[in-house]
């Protein structure tokens, strides 16, 4: 099965830029998405497409992919950032659903 | 306004048959182009992408599940349900709803239910 990979942690001081990345085979070949989900609730999404935003996600959350690393990319990191960020990917066969392990985002 | 909402026991014991409903409000069901999942969510861990079912009933499981899951779909009450049988502790974990669009061919996840922490013991 399709494996994608995440750090566990990334930390930043509040106005610096964050950068979360996920790793997987052949990702130039698919189109990555990314939720944020804050404690305690449901995962929101926040870049779909590789690197588009869905209405009401600010300018500084950004996405991008270059070989086989998609990163999600948090500029003037808030302490309203902190939360853990998934990737996800659709593997065509078999037509799955697959999700990074996660990485926990700290503001400092 | 799209809203997703699981309901159903949250408590089950044992080797019993853990079952939740996702009350859906604000779409139909019947649209296209969406399937209707059910992930999950083990304590302080990430996210596992369980099945779909699509609202003519087809249904598409992750393999891990496949040998005790079973999913339905109730498009004139505009919900569906997810039934996970011979329930272990294992199981213990926010159970999420939620809505995949493939209309670009990549399906994404658009829009959640807040979850529901159900769990397994006696």
């Known amino acids: 099965s399709y494996v994608l990979s995440q750090p566990p942690s990334v930390s930043v001081a509040p106005g610096q830029t964050a950068y979360v990345s996920c790793a997987g085979d052949?990702?130039?070949?698919?189109?990555v998405h990314w939720y944020r989900q804050r404690a305690g609730q449901a995962p929101v999404l926040v870049v779909y497409?590789?690197?588009r935003r869905p209405s009401g996600i600010p300018e500084r959350i950004s996405g991008a992919k270059s070989g086989n690393t998609a990163t999600l990319t948090i500029s003037r990191v808030e302490a309203g950032d902190e939360a853990d960020y998934h990737c996800?990917?659709?593997?065509?066969?078999?037509?799955?659903?697959?999700f990074g392990g996660g990485t926990k985002l700290t503001v400092l | 306004q799209v809203l997703l909402q699981e309901s159903g026991p949250r408590l089950v014991k044992p080797s019993q048959t853990l079952s939740l409903t996702c009350n859906v409000s604000?779409?139909?069901?019947?649209?296209?182009?969406?399937?209707w999942n059910w992930i999950r969510q083990l304590p302080g861990k990430g996210l596992e992408w369980i099945g779909y079912?699509?609202?003519?009933?087809?249904?598409h499981y992750n393999p891990s599940f496949e040998s005790r899951v079973d999913m339905s779909i109730d498009t004139s009450k505009n919900h569906f349900s997810l039934r996970l049988g011979s329930a272990t502790a294992a199981d213990t974990a926010t159970y999420f709803c939620a809505r995949d669009n493939y209309r670009g061919n990549f399906p994404y996840f658009d829009f959640w239910g807040p979850g529901a922490l159900v769990t397994v013991s006696s």
């Open positions: 497409e590789n690197s």
């Open positions: 996800q990917v659709w593997d065509a066969t078999p037509d799955h659903r697959v």
């Open positions: 604000g779409v139909s069901l019947n649209l296209v182009p969406f399937h």
């Open positions: 052949n990702l130039q070949t698919r189109s």
């Open positions: 079912i699509h609202y003519d009933g087809r249904t």
